[in-house]
């Protein structure tokens, strides 16, 4: 019996030595890719104070790109997700105030981390959806970061960004896709300006700046959504497969204006459709010419 419980403890002890060496190994991995340092070279972008360039950067941090959406409706920041095993994302104070990044920030810094993911201090960006942003054009990158300085100051005192047990084992397995600068193509070719009409192209252009690819897919067929919290629901298939194949150009528009579908339901808020219904209607035209064009899809194909 002393034998045995002898090479029992010596058992555990080995097993309690490895599974330390496993957390050890997953908190350095872990730590190697948050703290992996990038390079981008400056794009030249010229921000104005131009009343009418503030006002398209409003319409697009409102209502298109949706910044309001993670940062708050005046840029004041906020908790995007605080989940007790995968980690804590904060989006930082866009404004001049107490707590604010925005005095600290230069126009190349904006660009850099909206277009390629990458902080000022080289590191990547998590969540924050620059694989959407890296399509902005040069005008609508500078509108945008025009308005985002001309936003009244608004103070804040939030947390850092933490990384918790499964979230930091999720990502040492290259399972949590939260490392924004590998996600962006850094050899795009970004347009000076896009031609706002309805068109498919500008269709595609808006699905690609507001998200709807990001979070639908390429091919918009929807699935579970990378990066969002495991409570999230699923992204809807929008192709000919899909209910939307049955929809009209009026039924679209009307479900993204209401927030309702054409079979009386109401669309779950982390879409954020009450914000896209701000959109005008030349907007949602393009879109939908945009997603009639894409071809049928098994849901979850992206």
Same mark, same amino acid.
């Given at each position: 019996?002393?034998?045995?419980?002898?090479?029992?403890?010596?058992?555990?002890?080995?097993?309690?030595?490895?599974?330390?060496?496993?957390?050890?190994?997953?908190?350095?991995?872990?730590?190697?890719?948050?703290?992996?340092?990038?390079?981008?070279?400056? $794009?030249?972008?010229?921000?104005?104070?131009?009343?009418?360039?503030?006002a398209? #950067?409003?319409?697009?941090?409102?209502?298109?790109?949706?910044?309001?959406?993670?940062?708050?409706?005046?840029?004041?920041?906020?908790?995007?997700? $605080?989940?007790?095993?995968? #980690?804590?994302?904060?989006?930082p104070?866009?404004?001049?105030?107490? #707590?604010?990044?925005?005095?600290?920030?230069?126009?190349?810094?904006?660009?850099?981390?909206?277009?390629?993911g990458i902080?000022?201090?080289?590191?990547?960006?998590?969540?924050?959806?620059?694989?959407d942003?890296?399509?902005?054009?040069?005008?609508?990158?500078?509108?945008?970061?025009?308005?985002?300085?001309?936003?009244?100051?608004?103070?804040?005192?939030?947390?850092?960004?933490?990384?918790?047990?499964?979230?930091?084992?999720?990502?040492?397995?290259?399972?949590?896709?939260i490392?924004?600068?590998?996600?962006?193509?850094?050899?795009?070719?970004?347009?000076?300006?896009?031609?706002?009409?309805?068109?498919?192209?500008?269709?595609?252009?808006?699905?690609?700046?507001?998200?709807c690819?990001?979070?639908?897919?390429?091919?918009?067929? #929807?699935?579970?959504?990378?990066?969002?919290?495991?409570?999230?629901?699923?992204?809807?298939?929008?192709?000919?497969?899909?209910?939307?194949?049955?929809?009209?150009?009026?039924?679209?528009?009307?479900?993204?204006?209401?927030?309702?579908?054409?079979?009386?339901?109401?669309?779950?808020?982390?879409?954020?459709?009450?914000?896209?219904?701000?959109?005008?209607?030349?907007?949602?035209?393009?879109?939908?010419?945009?997603?009639?064009?894409?071809?049928?899809?098994?849901?979850?194909?992206?």
């Amino acid at each position: 019996m002393k034998r045995l419980m002898r090479w029992l403890g010596i058992t555990v002890g080995i097993l309690a030595v490895l599974a330390l060496l496993l957390a050890a190994g997953i908190y350095f991995r872990s730590e190697m890719i948050v703290n992996q340092t990038y390079a981008a070279s400056p $794009d030249e972008i010229a921000v104005t104070t131009d009343v009418a360039v503030i006002a398209r #950067g409003e319409h697009l941090a409102n209502y298109v790109s949706v910044c309001v959406d993670c940062h708050g409706a005046n840029l004041e920041g906020a908790i995007v997700v $605080d989940d007790p095993a995968l #980690g804590r994302i904060v989006a930082p104070n866009l404004t001049t105030g107490q #707590g604010g990044v925005s005095s600290q920030l230069s126009d190349a810094d904006f660009v850099r981390v909206l277009r390629y993911g990458i902080l000022p201090n080289g590191r990547s960006a998590q969540v924050m959806p620059s694989d959407d942003y890296q399509y902005l054009s040069d005008a609508d990158l500078a509108a945008i970061i025009a308005y985002v300085r001309s936003v009244p100051p608004q103070d804040s005192n939030l947390p850092a960004n933490e990384i918790r047990p499964l979230g930091r084992t999720l990502l040492a397995l290259g399972q949590l896709p939260i490392i924004m600068a590998e996600r962006v193509n850094a050899q795009l070719e970004h347009p000076t300006t896009v031609e706002e009409s309805v068109s498919l192209d500008y269709g595609q252009y808006l699905a690609r700046i507001s998200g709807c690819v990001g979070c639908h897919g390429p091919g918009l067929s #929807g699935g579970p959504i990378p990066a969002a919290p495991p409570d999230w629901p699923q992204a809807s298939n929008l192709t000919p497969s899909g209910e939307v194949g049955q929809w009209t150009e009026e039924d679209f528009i009307n479900t993204i204006r209401t927030g309702i579908n054409p079979a009386g339901k109401t669309l779950d808020q982390r879409m954020p459709w009450f914000r896209y219904r701000s959109m005008t209607d030349d907007e949602l035209k393009a879109l939908w010419l945009f997603i009639q064009s894409v071809p049928a899809k098994e849901f979850g194909n992206r």
